[in-house]
Nanobody, 122 residues
Framework: QVQLVESGGGLVQTGGSLRLSCAASGRTFRSYTMGWFRQAPGKEREFVAVVGWSGVYIYYADSVRGRFTISRGNAQNTVSLQMNSLKPEDTAVYYC???????????????WGQGTQVTVSS
């Protein structure tokens, strides 16, 4: 079973940047697809970005493409989400997830982090 621990959330102004990190435990991490999702109050959990096990396949939601960058870290034990040009509509709890499928949907993921709050002020 994969354990995921997130960090990096916080409060920023419109146009600012944040970098979220997710640390994974378990040797099977290297064979997992890693994704980021977000959920605002009263809204459904929304796909943000995904990176395949090799780090080559990457796909972004239209709402964040060009502003956010997903990447796998040293030794592939971490995954990060660099968020630039942040907007108030980016405000949400952000979740790291791991799974075995290359699909940009929550149902494809087996393990989830605890979530970290990102708030973008006007």
């Amino acid at each position: 079973q994969v354990q995921l621990v997130e960090s990096g959330g916080g409060l920023v102004q419109t146009g600012g940047s944040l970098r979220l990190s997710c640390a994974a435990s378990g040797r099977t991490f290297r064979s997992y697809t890693m994704g980021w999702f977000r959920q605002a109050p009263g809204k459904e959990r929304e796909f943000v970005a995904v990176v395949g096990w090799s780090g080559v396949y990457i796909y972004y939601a239209d709402s964040v493409r060009g502003r956010f960058t997903i990447s796998r870290g040293n030794a592939q034990n971490t995954v990060s989400l660099q968020m630039n040009s942040l907007k108030p509509e980016d405000t949400a709890v952000y979740y790291c997830a791991a799974g075995t499928k290359l699909e940009p949907a929550p149902i494809a993921y087996d393990y989830w982090g605890q979530g970290t709050q990102v708030t973008v002020s006007s």
